[in-house]
């Protein structure tokens, strides 16, 4: 079975742009959470979907927002990319949004913003 | 102050050492507690679950005291495999709080 994938792998990007990240879940995970990694720091969160509604937020500007389809898959959106933007954008997923399930994490997003 | 803290290190050992990894926790409200791996520029990856009462998996034992807010992690016999940054992990409700991730670096 397929694990966690995301889309594109790599990305580079202008100061002020916008950016759309994507993530599908594992078969059969009904959540996706979204995770920001800059170099030297452990993954920061950023957003939880469960059944296409938002479960949980973390302390990100609205700059950042997120969906969930109705086949899971998610999208990560970034406006007005400042380059302390830059990071791996991680997402991962589980079976569903109550926490009791262990979350898998796709191989990131790495963006630059310059 | 940062939720979970851990030494950044890096902890440069030679293979067949034993090595202690520690991180504590501000939120009393965690409710489950892990280690995960992180090879470079990959993604985190669960190594183990972390109960009060202590936890062994082969090589790697964890430990975890509430009242203190405190979490450990012991490699013995180090490999060269075992080079990672280990990050430590708490939850609360469903959200994850990752620690800045200790390196280890074991050496021939």
């Known amino acids: 079975d397929a694990g966690v994938t995301q889309s594109p792998t790599h990305l580079i990007k202008t100061r002020g742009q916008h950016v759309t990240l994507r993530c599908s879940p594992i078969s059969g995970h009904k959540s996706v959470s979204w995770y920001q990694q800059v170099l030297g720091q452990g993954p920061q969160f950023i957003f939880q979907y469960y059944e296409k509604e938002e479960r949980g937020r973390g302390n990100f500007p609205d700059r950042f927002s997120a969906r969930q389809f109705p086949n899971y898959s998610s999208e990560l959106n970034v406006n007005a990319l400042l380059l302390g933007d830059s990071a791996l954008y991680l997402c991962?997923?589980?079976?569903?949004?109550?926490?009791?399930?262990?979350?898998?994490f796709g191989p990131g997003t790495r963006l630059t913003v310059t | 102050r940062k939720e979970v803290e851990q030494d950044p290190g890096p902890f440069n050992v030679p293979e067949g050492a034993t090595v202690a990894f520690n991180c504590t926790y501000s939120n009393s409200a965690s409710q489950s507690f892990f280690w995960y791996r992180q090879d470079c520029r990959k993604e985190p990856k669960l190594l183990m679950s972390?109960?009060?009462s202590g936890n062994e998996d082969g090589r790697f034992t964890a430990q975890l005291n509430r009242a203190s807010q405190y979490i450990s992690l012991l490699i013995r016999d180090s490999k060269l495999s075992d080079s990672a940054t280990y990050l430590c992990v708490v939850k609360a409700g469903n959200m994850l709080t990752f620690g800045g991730g200790t390196r280890l670096m074991v050496k021939p």
């Open positions: 972390v109960y009060s």
């Open positions: 991962a997923s589980s079976l569903d949004g109550t926490g009791t399930y262990e979350q898998y």
